[in-house]
């Protein structure tokens, strides 16, 4: 796209990129508590509203529901006014959903909020995935999304601990209402240290971005330039809607196989996050030991990520990332036979964490490359929102599953075959030369 284009892809990591990329950690860790401060209050809400099985399913999709929808219809707004612009936009209404779930009275009250709550989470993740997708040299571009990614995991660790011991001194409310405060926390760190995305500026040249990209260029040490070089050209017969612009038919099969793996794939994953601390729980465990399992499978989770991003360094993206979902499978049906053994299950929980975790984090690096950066936000925004539909329906499949009388151990070894379809769909659909030849840096 341009001669920074280029240092950026081909130069060494500096130090301002690195800590854009350790923002992005930091707001992927908020979306990692919003998603588990359901899961991990769940027993506590469910006894205080006397909620079936249906009802909790709900509450645990309709955070999701707002995180789809977040990223189906804000992410696309990235790409017009910029990544940083939006992630401070989400960032004020993800925490203002989080305070208000604090008050809530009734479970309808709770389910809208938390919709409001994933709303500005959704805007939010899309930016952050591109944004350390877009500031990371080629050669460790994997690495860097996959840590960004790692956030996911320990957010919800953190938010795991904090989360049980504010369930034992001050109630469900509050975990909650924390999670609102730190969400307002990160908008001073994005002010002070995330800046607007390179190649935002480069394509779409708002107002200022000569004077914002000599900026950019001062701290890749690098002259400043006196003028913006040309806009890319857009394609004759393209449409000007970024997203109709994924389906044309030089994108369309990408597009789709990514929807596709997305869905699978936040398919099982969420049904592991959301139930897993309530499943061990009607297990025979106790709530505490149950929750101490939710939180290992996101202590797994940062090592998952980062075990991923530094295999693909070495190896093809999309090999690692089906060896990863059929070893999540593998896993899945192991965990059908720990029956109540404490031990087993937070062994397992480990290890499930890590490869489910690492799927995730792989569809995150592989999404960004897939896209120009006229519609970066807008494709990977999409992907994501996509993949929330799979989020959405899983915890609801799950407790209609229950209320049928399904065991709850049972239901690991059902999910662990979505992750095989989508492994299998990834081997036979993207060739592995076809995901090393990706650049981040296509226009």
Known sequence: MSDLRQIVDQGPMRGFQW??????????????FDVLVMAFTASSVTAQWSLSGAELGMLLSAGLLGMALG??????WADRIGRRALILLCLMLSGTGMVLSSLSQSPMQLALLRGLTGLGIGGILACSNVIASEYACARWR???VSLQSTGYALGA??????????????????????GGLITFAAIPLVLLWLPESLDFLLSKQPRNALQRVNALAARLHQPSLSALPARPVQVAGSSGNPVLRLLEPGMLRSTLLI???FFLVMFGFY???????????SSGLSVQQGVTGGVLLSIGGIFGATLLGLLSARFPLSRVLAAFMLITAVMLLLFTGIGSSYLAALGMGLLIGLFSNGCVAGLYALSPLLYGASIRATGVGWAIGI???GAILSPTVAGLMLDGGWQPLELYGWFALVFVAAALLLLVLLPARQAAGLRSSQA
């Open 271 to 281: 049904f592991i996050m959301s139930w897993t601390p309530k499943l061990l729980t």
């Open 19 to 32: 800590l854009a990329i350790a923002v992005c950690v930091v707001l992927n860790m908020i979306d990692g």
């Open 259 to 261: 929807w596709l793996l």
């Open 157 to 178: 660790t953190l938010g795991g601990l904090l989360a049980v011991w504010l369930l034992s001194h001050w109630g469900w409310r509050s975990v909650f209402l924390a």
């Open 71 to 76: 990223s189906l219809l804000l992410a696309p």
């Open 142 to 144: 994997g690495l860097a």
């Open 387 to 389: 993949g929330r539909g």
